[in-house]
Structures are given as C-alpha cells and as structure tokens.
Nanobody, 114 residues
C-alpha cells in the first residue's frame, strides 16, 4: 500500500505562483509513475503532469507554466505552477501507480482569482 498526502494549495491572484507537494509513504519502492491531476468545477478530472524515470509529460494547457519534479530521497513529488490563470482553479490530486495498483491523495484546492 502507498499513502499520498498533498499540500501547498491555496488562493493566489492571476499571474502568481504556487508549489504543490505530494509526500508518499508505505510501499514506495513499487511506484513507477507519479502524476498530478485536477478537477475543476463541473469538469472531469484531467491529467496535468506526470513523471517517470524516463521523463515527464504535461497537458498542453500547462506546458511552459508548470513543472513536475521528484525528490527520490524524500519520496516527494512537486508541481511548480507559475503564471497561474483563473482556469487553473481546481482540486489538484496526486496520483501514483505501481505495476498492480493505483493510488490517490485526498486533493488540495487551488483557487486563482482574476
């Protein structure tokens, strides 16, 4: 089992920055992928960014503004969000995958005011 705990959400003005953190615990040796998803009001959950040992991937809407990174020693994944827009407002969820299972954090709210 893997447990994920997100932090770092909050309220920010358009153009501002936030950094989200996701700390993993438990059977972290089994994780081969970690990512961030978001779900805005009235919208479906969507992939924001993901990271593996082979690289990263991003949604087109956040390319050039968001950066995902991972600190293996701390079992933590970060999402640096710059140039935030009101349409980035959503609950952001951390996701981790092993070869057999998928895990989700509880979510952290990001609100961008115009």
């Amino acid at each position: 089992q893997v447990q994920l705990v997100e932090s770092g959400g909050g309220l920010v003005q358009a153009g501002g920055s936030l950094r989200l953190s996701c700390a993993a615990s438990g059977s972290t040796f089994s994780i081969n992928y970690m990512g961030w998803y978001r779900q805005g009001p009235g919208k479906q959950r969507e992939l924001v960014a993901g990271i593996t040992s082979g690289g990263t991937n991003y949604a087109d809407s956040v390319k050039g503004r968001f950066t995902i990174s991972r600190d293996g020693a701390k079992n933590t994944v970060y999402l640096q969000m710059n140039s935030l827009k009101p349409e980035d407002t959503a609950v952001y969820y951390c996701n981790a995958n092993s070869y057999r299972d998928e895990y989700w954090g509880q979510g952290t709210q990001v609100t961008v005011s115009s």
